[in-house]
């Protein structure tokens, strides 16, 4: 349905809700947190929004609604993240985090398409995602969840998921609402403490941290969520200036705003900035929120605040006409439950599509030679993460969420694990397994019997990193070392002198500076997904090449934090006096079985097109992604000392060479100056092309903008 019939429908029904059917619309009720009479009761009252129901409780609740007095479908919305991975049967894909290492965003496409046909045929019509946060400070819990530190790639594979998500049109059968989070600047908060202020301008918002959410509103995004935390002291649920002046005036936002995880009720007992919950209530709608997630409470006093006259009408209408005008968008009002085709959830396509996605996601780091592990015989696979899914997994899973516990939940195959991807790929070797060590030292260790294990062994595959009790809400770290044994289990195992490549398998950067010094090879995988081992597996013996780039730094220390390549100038002697001034490993890092050069960087200042020749100077066919970078070099206000404006994939037989165009637009040369004016000062430009974001890998031409 189009926007402007959608618009009649949903006015017809405003014109005949009451009060109380209005503020019902506005209400979304967690089924996680009532009972299932509850849940009726609400849908009887005609809830606008449950959240986190499956399948056929779903159904129910639906059908209770359509037999109240307007008969309004509920929207049941579910955080689907990284596939639709609160139902157990469904397709588990890799986290946001290790999509983004693809620098590929037909892969975020794609899987937003695969999750959206899971989600419908569950009979749900809604996503809490894409995160658009950035992760410039990896101690934040939520890492995992967001496309890495830079705003224009987060932007570019956001927009791909919302067009993955929503489809061509929203009442396609197998569409559902995409929902652009956390608005705003969630992921800066001081010290990396979740939910915490933000102390940042607003100039600075529009620099860093809006881009992304612009990109979201080109794709044409449906819904908006609210962040947790505040803004230079304003709770983002009632910042005004950045939900009604930026987000609707600004970026012509035409969808629903929804709130986090009961913000309303956090105003009083979180923020301390409303007395009560008609205060809150009153303020919140007044922001520019149209939908309250999981505050119950909301309803009465909102409805209380209508009858005495705090709260408008006109602001009630304006919300419930958000709402009501996307529910017709989506075909919602006709078809409760989308005709969608079934036998989507988990289905063998999808399968595939998480294992395609897990193999784009790892990125090796470091590779004297050992890699394409060949002609062993006996390799110890050692370590916590080897043969743990829920590590894999990461957070947002049905081992973590609406409310379970991740140790007594059981794991549902099919998943293939590291330890069991070396089974499968290398048929021709012994594989060896020990533990060696927990994570979290909840468990005792055996230093020694992972080393008796490895002894004899031809190459020693050691994997390390983190849990799902280190992420995620509530989750976030003082410090980014490896905790447990870990680091005592490889220098034991180093000092064997056996051949040996550690595998990362974390939710976010480490600080994991003598492995990265010592191992043979290092390979980050970022949480991979049902298929994720298999995908290491099959790069360690050289049947896929690695692709991936890394799309957040490194520290070499947390202390080091924050690393990001995109970095303001100034700081007197550039590093601390205890750190080395470069972080372990910069943005757009990551190697693959050849190697690449760089030429002949050209500028046409009148398509303004950057292009730059790529040979592949190894003996193997590779694929490079190609990276452009810009700086201004005189501004009115300080800019950073280079920023990410174009990348592009070129895949190239061992000794070809081929001219590869990174087309630019005035927008990469535009700074935000000191009115907050989105401005292109004239001036000289330095333009870089190379394999990654450092200094020593870029190529650099001086140009002039008018």
């Excluded at 892969?107 to 695969?114: E, Q």
């Excluded at 002609?375 to 110890?380: D, E, L, Q, S, T």
């Excluded at 005792?444 to 799902?468: N, R």
Aim: with cysteine.
């Amino acid at each position: 349905m189009n926007k402007q019939d959608a618009h009649a429908r949903a006015e017809s029904l405003l014109k005949q809700m009451t009060v109380e059917e209005k503020i019902a619309q506005m209400t979304q009720i967690s089924y996680a947190g009532c009972t299932r009479e509850e849940a009726l009761m609400w849908a009887e009252r005609g809830a606008g929004s449950f959240l986190h129901v499956l399948g056929d409780d779903a159904r129910e609740i639906q059908q209770t609604a359509l037999h109240t007095r307007l008969g309004i479908p509920v929207l049941f919305g579910i955080d689907a993240v990284h596939g639709h991975c609160l139902n157990r049967d469904a397709a588990i894909f890799p986290s946001q985090l290790s999509m983004a290492c693809s620098f590929n965003p037909e892969l975020p496409k794609k899987i937003g398409r695969a999750t959206a046909e899971e989600v419908a045929e569950d009979g749900l019509h809604w996503t809490f995602a894409p995160v658009l946060c950035l992760a410039r400070d990896p101690r934040w819990g939520r890492v995992d969840e967001t496309f890495g530190e830079d705003p224009y790639l987060a932007g570019e594979m956001g927009a791909a998921m919302i067009r993955g998500f929503q489809g061509d049109q929203l009442d396609d059968p197998e569409s559902i609402l995409a929902c652009a989070k956390h608005y705003i600047a969630y992921g800066e908060a001081v010290g990396a403490r979740d939910a915490c202020d933000t102390e940042v301008t607003m100039r600075k918002v529009r620099e860093v941290f809006l881009p992304p959410f612009r990109k979201a509103m080109e794709a044409d995004c449906a819904t908006v969520m609210t962040a947790y935390g505040s803004l230079d002291g304003t709770p983002l649920t009632l910042h005004e200036e950045v939900l009604k002046r930026v987000l609707r005036d600004e970026l012509g936002f035409k969808g629903f705003v929804v709130t986090d995880w009961d913000n309303v009720n956090s105003l009083i007992t979180n923020q301390h900035v409303c007395a009560d919950m008609e205060d809150a209530s009153v303020k919140a709608a007044q922001a520019g929120n149209d939908m309250m997630m999981r505050t119950k409470e909301f309803y009465e006093a909102a409805v209380a605040a209508c009858k005495d006259g705090r709260l408008s009408m006109e602001q009630v209408d304006t919300a419930v006409m958000h709402i009501l005008t996307v529910k017709a968008e989506l075909g919602l009002l006709d078809y409760p439950e989308k005709p969608c085709r079934k036998g989507r959830i988990g289905c063998e396509e999808h399968r595939a599509l998480a294992l395609d996605a897990a193999r784009e996601g790892l990125v090796l780091l470091r590779n004297n030679g050992m890699l394409p592990l060949k002609g062993a015989k006996k390799i110890a696979v050692i370590g916590p993460n080897a043969d743990d899914i829920r590590a894999q997994y990461g957070d947002w899973t049905y081992f973590t969420h609406p409310m379970n516990n991740p140790d007594e939940t059981e794991p549902q195959r099919p998943y293939t694990t590291v330890l069991e991807g070396m089974g499968n790929v290398f048929t021709d070797a012994e594989i060896v397994y020990h533990k060696g060590c927990d994570v979290m030292n909840r468990t005792p260790s055996d230093l020694e019997g992972a080393v008796a294990a490895a002894k004899g062994c031809d190459a020693i595959v050691l994997v390390l990193g983190d849990t799902i009790q280190q992420a995620g809400e509530t989750h976030d770290r003082a410090d980014l070392s490896l905790t447990g044994d870990q680091d005592a289990l490889f220098r034991k195992l180093r000092a064997l002198g056996i051949p040996m490549t550690v595998v990362l398998m974390s939710s976010k950067p480490l600080c994991i500076p003598a492995e990265a010094a010592e191992a043979d090879a290092l390979v980050v995988a970022f949480n991979g997904g049902m298929a994720g081992g298999q995908a290491i597996a099959e790069l360690l013996a050289g049947k896929i090449a690695p692709v991936g780039r890394l799309p957040i730094s490194f520290p070499v220390h947390t202390g080091q934090i924050p690393v990001y390549y995109n970095s303001l100038t100034g700081w007197h002697g550039g590093k601390y006096e205890d750190q080395p001034a470069e972080p372990l490993f910069a943005f757009g890092e990551g190697l693959g079985y050849t190697t690449f050069a760089y030429s002949d960087l050209a500028f046409d200042p009148e398509t303004l097109q950057l292009t730059v020749t790529v040979t592949n100077t190894g003996d193997v066919e590779g694929t490079e992604t190609v990276q452009a970078y810009l700086r201004d070099v005189v501004s009115s206000v300080m800019t950073p000392v280079k920023k990410f404006v174009a990348f592009t994939k070129v895949t190239l037989n061992a000794g070809e060479s081929k001219t590869v165009s990174l087309p630019l637009s005035r927008e990469s040369f535009s700074l935000i100056n000191a009115k907050e004016q989105q401005v292109v000062e004239p001036g000289e430009f330095l333009l870089m092309a190379g394999h990654s974001s450092k200094d020593a890998d870029l190529l650099t031409l001086s140009v002039q903008m008018a």
